[in-house]
């Protein structure tokens, strides 16, 4: 009896390890890794690996927070949050919808793409808002918060890559 347990414990270890390695070169959706999404639900769970067998490992509670996805595994995706977690969420849970996370101190949303343009608005850290467009050359993005939209650089959110064009 003994015997059957402690191999049906190594089975499912070595299948856990085989799963573990495998998503990194996994890429179901043909889509870049890494690449930003955002979180589509109220209450998103985090796991531990790609399946619900795994233990929830967190459960986000935060509609429209961006998330990098940085593997795939069948319908998983591996994802990074702003505090560098990873873990695993089911790809119905997530959105292509781009959102960001303000960082750092309170920032100042601009009604143009200049340092010296008049404030539209005061964001804190941790608001997410949505990102209308990121021109590739300026350094700034126009994004919308609390009924507010102007423009922000990109050094001051999360969720947009430094050179990255979002139209």
């Given at each position: 009896m003994f015997l059957i347990f402690a191999m049906a414990v190594v089975g499912v270890a070595a299948a856990d390890i085989a799963v573990a390695q495998a998503p990194e070169?996994?890429?179901p959706t043909g889509l870049p890794l890494p690449r930003f999404v955002s979180l589509r639900s109220e209450e998103v769970n985090m796991r531990t690996g790609p399946g619900v067998r795994y233990a929830v490992d967190w459960?986000?509670?935060r509609k429209n927070m961006p998330v990098e996805v940085i593997a795939e595994f069948g319908t998983w995706r591996k994802i990074r949050d702003i505090q560098g977690?990873?873990?695993w969420i089911h790809q119905s849970l997530l959105s292509n919808s781009r959102w960001v996370s303000?960082?750092?101190q309170t920032r100042t949303l601009r009604r143009r793409a200049d340092a010296q343009?008049?404030?539209v608005a005061r964001l804190e850290p941790g608001v997410n808002a949505q990102v209308l467009e990121c021109p590739e050359e300026n350094g700034w993005c126009r994004i919308a918060a609390s009924g507010n939209d102007g423009w922000m650089r990109r050094v001051e959110f999360w969720g947009v890559y430094p050179r990255e064009a979002i139209k």
């Amino acid at each position: 009896m003994f015997l059957i347990f402690a191999m049906a414990v190594v089975g499912v270890a070595a299948a856990d390890i085989a799963v573990a390695q495998a998503p990194e070169s996994a890429q179901p959706t043909g889509l870049p890794l890494p690449r930003f999404v955002s979180l589509r639900s109220e209450e998103v769970n985090m796991r531990t690996g790609p399946g619900v067998r795994y233990a929830v490992d967190w459960v986000y509670k935060r509609k429209n927070m961006p998330v990098e996805v940085i593997a795939e595994f069948g319908t998983w995706r591996k994802i990074r949050d702003i505090q560098g977690t990873q873990g695993w969420i089911h790809q119905s849970l997530l959105s292509n919808s781009r959102w960001v996370s303000i960082t750092g101190q309170t920032r100042t949303l601009r009604r143009r793409a200049d340092a010296q343009s008049p404030a539209v608005a005061r964001l804190e850290p941790g608001v997410n808002a949505q990102v209308l467009e990121c021109p590739e050359e300026n350094g700034w993005c126009r994004i919308a918060a609390s009924g507010n939209d102007g423009w922000m650089r990109r050094v001051e959110f999360w969720g947009v890559y430094p050179r990255e064009a979002i139209k």
